[in-house]
């Protein structure tokens, strides 16, 4: 005598093959260290231990710049033809939005004769000021330190 075993039984039977009865034991993330932190932050292996340090990085590396600008980046500037006056303008950029390098390299700075002011706004918040005298050229770069320094926003003030 043959049974008769419904479809639907012989299909949830093979669904329940390939299940393991005891639940998968959790992930638990690597721990993070102050320099897989800042090689995961910046792109590179190790993170500059000064601001200082960083900065030279950042100037004349265009690779460390894109490795160290935040996506997005705050980018401010001024829109000259606005009516009836200037006004500000505020985008986020996104990182392939950007045009590289961001910052000239230092002999760049020399060559068009920028100069650089630094402000210290707080121990991880420090800002870059290009300015060239007597004209209207005058840019900030505003950099923040979390696990490594990186640029969070560039504002042009420039007409």
Not at 40 to 65: I, R, W, Y
Not at 82 to 89: N, Q
């Amino acid at each position: 005598m043959t049974k008769y075993v419904a479809p639907w039984i012989l299909a949830a039977g093979f669904l329940l093959v390939g299940c393991d009865a005891t639940p998968p034991a959790p992930t638990v993330p690597a721990p993070v260290t102050a320099d897989s932190a800042a090689s995961s932050a910046s792109g590179a292996s190790t993170c500059p231990a000064t601001f200082d340090a960083f900065l030279t990085a950042f100037e004349n590396d265009v690779a460390v710049q894109k490795n160290a600008v935040t996506d997005p980046l705050q980018s401010d500037s001024v829109d000259p033809n606005a009516d009836p006056e200037p006004r500000p303008v505020t985008k986020m950029l996104a990182k392939g939005a950007v045009t590289f390098p961001v910052m000239p390299d230092s002999a760049r700075q020399t060559k068009d004769g920028l100069v650089a002011t630094r402000t210290e706004i707080s121990p991880t918040e420090v800002s870059i000021k290009l300015t060239k005298p007597d004209t209207d050229y005058q840019t900030t770069f505003f950099f923040r330190k979390d696990d490594c320094w990186h640029l969070y926003r560039v504002k042009d003030d420039s007409l």
